[in-house]
């Protein structure tokens, strides 16, 4: 029995030179731009979608996710599981999607308890993921609840995390204050809706998420 | 800790002896059925991110809809320790967290060095 069999070869390589396949969950607050990104990576990396979007918050409300995404960059690349995951809130109130979003009560409360159940599944996500795509709105105030525990939470984990500061076709979209919020990761600004310095998110996760993490429970 | 009184909204500092003598799930327990009642915590020794995820998580599965919509909850992460302190075994403890019923406190803003909150009169227990 050879020293060098494939099996063992193939991990001694990956344990060097860094991940080949990693599954990367995509993680904020509600009404981000989760799926929307999510979208924008499958389309450009396979032309396939995710999943439909919408200004009502806790549109996405169970885990979606798609395997073996190849994301390339300048000659190396880097096989992703992406799962698209539920809006993590510390709240859910059926009647702002009534006086809000103009939902009916009985739809309001559906949508709702569906919300619960799918903060829930984001967070149980947190033990199967190798890495995070932490989507924030670079129009609004960084340092929410949720972000802060979402990435209290990657660090105690030991989880690689990369910044998106979505939005930033907005006019008050300012990425500089995500950058200042959170120096200690890497923020990449990008349009999830146009695509712009969507090449910069692909570089900078197949750099970040290639690399060798030991992940704590 | 807090209730509230004809005059006024009390606020609840709960001390990091009382928390440390509990176990992480009795902790959450405890923060939850006392947020539940519709009372403001601070804690002195706040939670960790790992249980502020359990909370949100415990938090998820006691939503009532007309009755409890979940919680605000407020602090800063915890400090990293450094080479030194991790050498020397030295665990950062968390920080001071301000937690309450969602309906009744309201973040207004924060920033690396201070949260504004406020609270909704008429509402607490």
């Known amino acids: 029995m050879g020293l060098f069999r494939r099996g063992n070869l193939s991990s001694i390589l990956q344990r060097i030179f860094g991940k080949k396949h990693v599954k990367i969950g995509i993680y904020g607050p509600p009404n981000v731009g989760k799926t929307t990104l999510a979208n924008r990576i499958l389309r450009d990396w396979t032309g396939d979608i995710m999943g439909s979007v919408s200004e009502i918050p806790h549109e996405t409300r169970r885990a979606k996710w798609k395997k073996d995404v190849r994301v390339e960059n300048n000659g190396s690349s880097l096989l992703m599981d992406i799962v698209d995951t539920p809006g993590i809130a510390t709240k859910v109130d059926f009647k702002d999607f009534m006086n809000t979003y103009g939902l009916s009560k009985d739809e309001a409360k559906r949508r709702a308890k569906e919300a619960t159940e799918g903060v829930i599944e984001s967070i149980r996500w947190l033990e199967e993921v190798d890495g995070v795509l932490l989507v924030m709105d670079s129009t609004e105030d960084p340092f929410t609840q949720v972000n802060v525990t979402i990435l209290g939470n990657l660090e105690a984990r030991n989880l690689p995390v990369l910044v998106a500061a979505n939005k930033i076709d907005m006019e008050n979209s300012s990425p500089a204050t995500l950058k200042s919020a959170f120096p200690q990761h890497p923020v990449i600004p990008i349009s999830a809706l146009t695509g712009y310095n969507a090449d910069n998110l692909y570089s900078t996760m197949v750099k970040h998420f290639s690399k060798r993490h030991r992940k704590r429970r | ?125």
């Not at chain 2, 009642?37 to 502020?52: D, M």
């Not at chain 2, 995820?53 to 919509?69: P, V, Y």
């Open chain 2, 1 to 125: 800790m807090t209730k509230r009184e004809d005059d006024g909204i009390s606020v609840y500092l709960v001390s990091r002896q009382k928390l440390a003598e509990l176990s992480p799930d009795e902790k959450l327990k405890f923060i939850l059925k006392e947020v539940k009642k519709g009372k403001i915590l601070v804690l002195e020794h706040g939670l960790t991110a790992i249980e502020q995820a359990s909370l949100i998580e415990n938090t998820m599965r006691e939503i009532e809809q007309d009755t409890f919509i979940g919680v605000e909850m407020e602090g800063y992460g915890e400090d990293k320790s450094t080479f030194i302190q991790k050498i020397l075994g030295i665990i950062k403890k968390p920080r001071m967290t301000l937690i309450g019923p969602a309906d009744l406190l309201k973040t207004v803003k924060k920033d690396n060095h201070m949260i504004q909150t406020k609270i909704i009169t008429g509402k607490g227990s």
